[in-house]
């Protein structure tokens, strides 16, 4: 069975700073590969996925991930955060083997400073 | 834009008690999921239905069964309701029938079981 782990439960950055969100997974096969995201008091959504092609993957608001499936890694990065990316990030995959399904990471609570 | 509709946002239940989680979907989907989110636990799969009359059990279907008659609606039961099932739960929906490419989530029902 697939798993997902996500390095950090709670990280705290000031406005501007870079950020590195750490996701790394549990399958042997072929995945596809996602982060969602929860701000305040609002449904889950997609944040970026990845299925195939450029492992570098862009999503909304400047986000962007790279798969490296030697490391079986998929880390949320983002240049310059705001404070307005304070919420918890989810990092998911989904081993493809018939019908299979997301599985979630514990989830990072982002908190940024302004 | 796709909407997951759960029916209550924040429910109170008495331990013993039998409970219903609603939950529609507007944009014709096939599959349908039940999580529940835990703080430091992330999301856990609870039952999945790919089709009408179809159901599955996810990573944690002890104490929950499930309802789908109607392809836009999957309702969540709680046979009888105890202090450890208090817990945010979240519906989700996707069209893919096998990738699960992407989920929508609801909004999320608060329940508190006493």
């Known amino acids: 069975a697939q798993s997902v782990s996500q390095h950090n439960h709670h990280v705290i950055l000031s406005e501007a700073a870079s950020l590195e969100l750490g996701c790394n997974y549990s399958?042997?096969?072929?995945?596809?590969l996602f982060w969602y995201v929860q701000y305040p008091g609002q449904h889950l959504q997609l944040l970026l996925k990845?299925?195939?092609?450029?492992?570098l993957v862009k999503g909304i608001k400047g986000f962007e991930a790279e798969f490296i499936k030697s490391k079986f890694s998929f880390n949320l990065r983002k240049p310059s955060v705001q404070w307005s990316d304070t919420a918890e990030y989810f990092c998911?995959?989904?081993?493809?083997?018939?019908?299979?399904?997301?599985?979630f990471g514990k989830g990072t609570m982002l908190l940024v400073s302004p | 834009d796709v909407k997951v509709t759960q029916s209550s946002r924040y429910l109170v239940k008495r331990t013993g008690e039998k409970v219903f989680l609603e939950c529609v979907q507007d944009?014709?989907?096939?599959?349908m999921f039940w999580y529940r989110q835990d703080p430091g636990l992330g999301l856990r799969l609870i039952y999945f239905?790919?089709?009408?009359?179809?159901?599955e059990k996810g990573d944690i279907p002890e104490g929950y069964s499930v309802s789908r008659e109607k392809k836009e609606r999957f309702s969540l039961i709680l046979e009888s309701a105890s202090t450890n099932q208090t817990s945010m739960y979240l519906c989700?929906?996707?069209?893919?029938?096998?990738?699960?490419?992407?989920?929508?989530f609801g909004s999320g029902t608060q329940l508190s079981v006493l």
């Open positions: 998911a995959v989904n081993a493809l083997k018939g019908y299979s399904t997301l599985t």
């Open positions: 239905s790919y089709d009408v009359k179809m159901k």
């Open positions: 944009m014709d989907h096939e599959n």
């Open positions: 990845y299925f195939s092609g450029d492992p």
């Open positions: 989700a929906s996707s069209l893919s029938e096998a990738t699960n490419e992407k989920l929508f």
């Open positions: 399958y042997g096969g072929t995945v596809n």
